[in-house]
């Protein structure tokens, strides 16, 4: 269907007496080619696409075309060739609207004898400067006309050239302009951009500053909590362990509530202190030589109370020997504690929680598997950022800081070991580290 509405000729309102015949499908790009050279007292019709062009030139006679490459029906080459295979109407300027991207579009241009070629995304002051240059050297046009053409090979093929030298020059010229066009465009781009990266970096500089005195705020007021949260912990366990027979059932209920919040507290306080030495770099070990047996079989014996309560039962399959071998004893016993904690919390009552090592002379691998409600596969790689939690709760409805693996990711990486997670829903977790062993080194494994 012909877009009537957007052909228009106001020729008698123009004082210039040029018209443009603009030829493009796109009726946005067409109105705007429309108002940018009306502003200039161009007179303007429009025509969507190469037959209708070749109408349009029938009717009358335009100064000069300018015509989109891709359009339906007839596309920009073919309707320019049509142009200037007639010998009325080659004398007619064409400006081809083109990418220029391929190598192959100006050989097109060239076989299809337009006289200068516009890129686009085109600027306003770059379609002025084209039209005035051809309007320009018109006259010069129709005096060096040879009519000699030329073959020439290129990619593989033979391609023969009618195209007149001042031609060639002109897309010579229109490449070269179009080439300086878009250094300009890239010139302000990365004046923006360094002008963005300047305000990054000043926001950067803010925010660890803030961060700084955060850090700061947050480790003066965890030590003046964690004291009394420690006695308030230490008290309430030794009434519920070693004075229970002499508590009434809600008094130690009420006891129990109580080490459950001060027990948590400690926790998510000693947690916030790690994440603090973890961002800051300060996260330091104290590699010694020690034997993993003994740490295991303490950590059982601590958490023995919690497990009982639970009702859950823990195995251990482990190899009779391992050497000693240099870590961090404190914080690979915060690594494996945290492990048994989680597989406790997830754990149902009355199942088993698995654990094993394995010891091979050069690394031990140690795994803690739960039989609970398991974590959906696309919510892993959540597991060890800081804050994180998943969409699964523990079964009875304990209390997490979402601190715990985050914190032993970066003790087990201290350790230059590894860490991860392994779930099935409905069938449980395994999480497991590895630490490389060194029985005979004298210093610390990250040496």
Known sequence: MKQEALKTSNLENMSTGIEILVVEDSPTQALKLKYILEKQEYAVRLAV??????????????TMVI????????????????????????????ILLTTLSDPQDIIRGLESGADNFLNKPYSEEALMSRIKYILINMDVRSRTRTGMGIEIYFANKKHYLTSERIQIIDLLLSTYENAVEKNRELEQTNKKLRNVQEELEKNNDQLRLLNEQKNTLLGMAA???????????????????????????????????????????????NDLLDVQKIETGNLEMN????????????????????????????????????????????????????????????????????????????????????????????????????????SVKPTGNERSTGLGLAIARSIIEKHTGRIWVESELGKGSTFSFSLPVHP????????
């Open 49 to 62: 696409n190469g037959r209708e062009g070749l109408e349009a030139i029938e009717q009358r006679r335009p």
């Open 67 to 94: 015509s989109d490459v891709l359009m339906p029906e007839m596309d920009g080459y073919e309707f320019c060739s049509t142009i200037k295979n007639d010998d009325d109407l080659k004398d007619i300027p064409v």
């Open 223 to 269: 030590h003046d909590l964690r004291n009394p949260l420690y006695l308030i912990e230490g008290y309430s366990d030794f009434l519920l362990k070693d004075n229970s027979e002499n508590l009434s059932e809600e008094q130690r209920t009420i006891i129990s509530a109580v080490q459950s919040s001060s027990t948590y507290m400690v926790t998510m306080i």
């Open 287 to 390: 590699f010694q030589k020690g034997n993993f047996h003994t740490l295991v079989d303490t950590i059982l014996e601590r958490q023995a109370f919690a497990v009982k309560k639970k009702g859950v039962d823990i195995t251990v399959n482990r190899p009779e020997h391992i050497p000693d071998f240099h870590f961090d004893a404190a914080r690979i016993e915060q690594v494996v504690s945290n492990l048994i904690d989680n597989a406790v919390k997830f754990s149902f009552k009355g199942s088993v929680i698995e654990i094993q090592y394995q010891y091979d002379e050069k690394e031990l691998v140690f795994s803690v598997r739960d039989h609970g409600p398991g974590i959906p596969e696309n919510e892993l790689n959540r597991l060890f950022k800081p804050f994180s939690t998943t």
């Open 440 to 447: 005979s080194a004298t210093v610390d494994p990250t040496s």
